[in-house]
């Protein structure tokens, strides 16, 4: 008992260890157990890694930017460190010149592999130099070390030399953009109607066509030519791919249903070209995914004739349409080659029926009704307002008399014309011209019958006829038009044909305010107030009496 001890770790805060002690010292007391704590806790050893980028030469753009990646071979390091987001042990972002990114505390040890992935691009040579080793023309690989910091710098240079640049397009979309020709060779079971009958029934017809897709549908005309040829706007081929012609005959009925699809060839992984430049350049190359479809050709003189170049597509693909345009500036020659994919597919059937099929016709009425004219009056003198307004003319003609309530406010008893020109004559002679009425209608409507929606519209003069399996008692509803009231459909029926009018109903609304002014009203010819005036008249009629009677008296 009382016996003192001190413990030390004789490798304390080594090899990249934190030696720290708890009850290493003291005394031991009677019937007592000491214990003594001591506590390695290892540090990580780290580094850093610094990614320059620099650009030189006569022609490097020094504020072009360049793509890297940073691979580390440890895969669980994800986060930030410093300047890069690490997932998964890679990083990448982008450098200009004179730009750098930095990785902080790494774990000494660490791999790390450095790639420009833009490297040897557009005239451009690229080289690595991966802290003081010697320069190198690919990925440059090491490993972060302890307490230092790496500098890897990725060099661009490119000289102002004479080149050709290529750059290759697919279109996939502009050979969508025409019309298609529906023929009787576009539809597959024919034996049900000859190609004679066909041109009976269709040739040089007016022809409505109903078109669908899987979200919405539509009707528009179309006239066939003499040969029954059915020529299908672009902008319906690019939109819709459901078609349905029917159409009326001697002995029933024949239903045209075709669809329009769009066939897509896939991109080639890639192709070979040839380039022909006088006898200064001949060379066969390659596009693909992995040059990113760009070739650059170096060139020793300035180019000054584009039709010197002769390009020719090696393996043609019969699905593309082969083309290229040539753009010198400078004696530099852009050069885009384009492939253009892509047509109409056609499949199609006909459907001859014995019984004729219905012809239904929808038509919109809009119905404008005259309507009362409320008038407002507000007199700032607090006087009564129970008076009178007129109604007048154009011709000042008087129409009716307008009592007003309390309130300043009443209507007129007639209905007028939205169209007729009327002004208002308030109590103190002022007239004020009531606004005529300004008619405005939807750009379309939309109405469904038996469910399935047509779309009305000024294009087609609010009228389209459609022919089609119709119910006996069809089903009528129109979507709601704003500030419009619809009457109930009414349906009519002409043999087996339809006929649907819908009229809808608005009250045209026509009003006229005026506020009356706390001062009189100036006069415009005299400048007089009015009260004024009439003193004046007043005072010279007084005058006028007083001398024909004194004229009187001395007579």
């Given at each position: 008992a009382d016996t003192t001890y001190t413990v030390t770790e004789r490798e304390a805060n080594q090899n990249h260890y934190t030696t720290t002690y708890s009850n290493s010292s003291g005394s031991i007391k009677a019937n007592d157990?000491?214990?003594?704590?001591?506590?390695?806790?290892?540090?990580?050893?780290?580094?850093?890694?610094?990614v320059k980028k620099t650009t030189t030469g006569s022609g490097a753009n020094t504020n072009q930017t360049f793509n890297f990646k940073v691979t580390l071979n440890n895969k669980d390091i994800t986060g930030s460190y410093n300047d890069m987001y690490f997932t998964n042990g890679e990083a990448t972002f982008e450098l200009s010149n004179g730009q750098t990114k930095t990785a902080n505390n790494l774990p000494a040890g660490t791999q790390y592999t450095v790639e420009e992935t833009d490297a040897n691009k557009d005239g451009y040579v690229t080289t690595y130099q991966n802290g003081t080793n010697g320069s190198s023309s690919s990925a440059v690989t090491g490993t972060i070390q302890e307490s230092e910091t790496i500098t890897v710098t990725v060099n661009n240079n490119k000289e102002n030399k004479k080149y050709i640049m290529i750059n290759k397009h697919f279109d996939t979309t502009t050979n969508y953009n025409k019309e298609v020709t529906i023929n009787y060779n576009s539809f597959t079971n024919t034996n049900s109607l000859s190609e004679t009958d066909y041109k009976k029934y269709i040739a040089n017809q007016s022809l409505t066509v109903m078109a669908s897709n899987s979200q919405t549908n539509t009707s528009f005309n179309v006239t066939a030519d003499t040969n029954g040829n059915i020529k299908i706007p672009a902008n319906y081929a690019n939109t819709y791919t459901d078609y349905k012609i029917s159409k009326n005959?001697?002995?029933?009925?024949?239903?045209?249903?075709?669809?329009?699809?769009?066939?897509?060839?896939?991109?080639?992984?890639?192709?070979?070209?040839?380039?022909k430049i006088d006898n200064s350049l001949n060379e066969d190359f390659t596009l693909d995914t992995s040059n990113n479809w760009t070739k650059t050709f170096d060139l020793e003189t300035d180019l000054t004739d584009s039709n010197d170049i002769e390009i020719t597509e090696k393996n043609k693909d019969e699905n593309w349409e082969f083309s290229y345009t040539k753009n010198i500036t400078n004696g530099n020659c852009t050069i885009f080659l384009v492939n253009k994919g892509g047509k109409y597919k056609l499949t199609g059937t006909i459907e001859k029926k014995d019984t004729p099929l219905r012809e239904l016709t929808i038509e919109k009425i809009w119905n404008i009704l005259d309507n009362n004219i409320d008038i407002y009056y507000i007199n700032k003198n607090k006087e009564s307002?129970?008076?009178?307004?007129?109604?007048?003319?154009?011709?000042?003609?008087?129409?009716?008399?307008?009592?007003?309530?309390?309130?300043?406010?009443?209507?007129?008893?007639?209905?007028?014309?939205?169209?007729?020109?009327?002004?208002?004559?308030?109590?103190?002679?002022?007239?004020?011209?009531?606004?005529?009425?300004?008619?405005?209608?939807?750009?379309?409507?939309?109405?469904?019958?038996?469910?399935?929606?047509?779309?009305?519209?000024?294009?087609?003069?609010?009228?389209?006829?459609?022919?089609?399996?119709?119910?006996?008692?069809?089903?009528?509803?129109?979507?709601k038009v704003e500030g419009f009231t619809?009457?109930?459909?009414?349906?009519?029926?002409?043999?087996?044909?339809?006929?649907?009018?819908?009229?809808?109903?608005?009250?045209s609304s026509r009003n006229v305010n005026y506020n009356e002014p706390e001062k009189p009203v100036e006069n415009p010819k005299t400048g007089l107030t009015t009260y004024i005036k009439v003193g004046a008249i007043i005072i010279m009629t007084s005058l006028t009496g007083l001398y024909f009677l004194k004229r009187k008296n001395v007579l």
């Open positions: 157990t000491v214990t003594a704590e001591i506590t390695n806790r290892y540090n990580m050893p780290k580094g850093n890694l610094v005959i001697d002995t029933g009925s024949i239903t045209l249903s075709f669809k329009i699809t769009k066939d897509t060839p896939k991109i080639p992984e890639s192709l070979n070209f040839h380039i307002l129970e008076k009178e307004v007129k109604i007048l003319d154009k011709e000042n003609k008087l129409l009716e008399t307008v009592k007003l309530d309390k309130n300043g406010h009443g209507v007129t008893t007639n209905k007028y014309s939205k169209t007729q020109e009327l002004y208002a004559e308030y109590p103190n002679g002022e007239k004020v011209k009531i606004n005529t009425y300004k008619e405005t209608l939807p750009d379309s409507i939309e109405v469904k019958v038996d469910g399935k929606s047509y779309i009305l519209s000024k294009d087609n003069n609010w009228n389209i006829k459609v022919t089609g399996e119709f119910s006996e008692d069809p089903d009528v509803e129109e979507v619809t009457e109930t459909p009414k349906v009519t029926k002409d043999g087996e044909n339809y006929k649907i009018t819908i009229t809808n109903t608005q009250l």
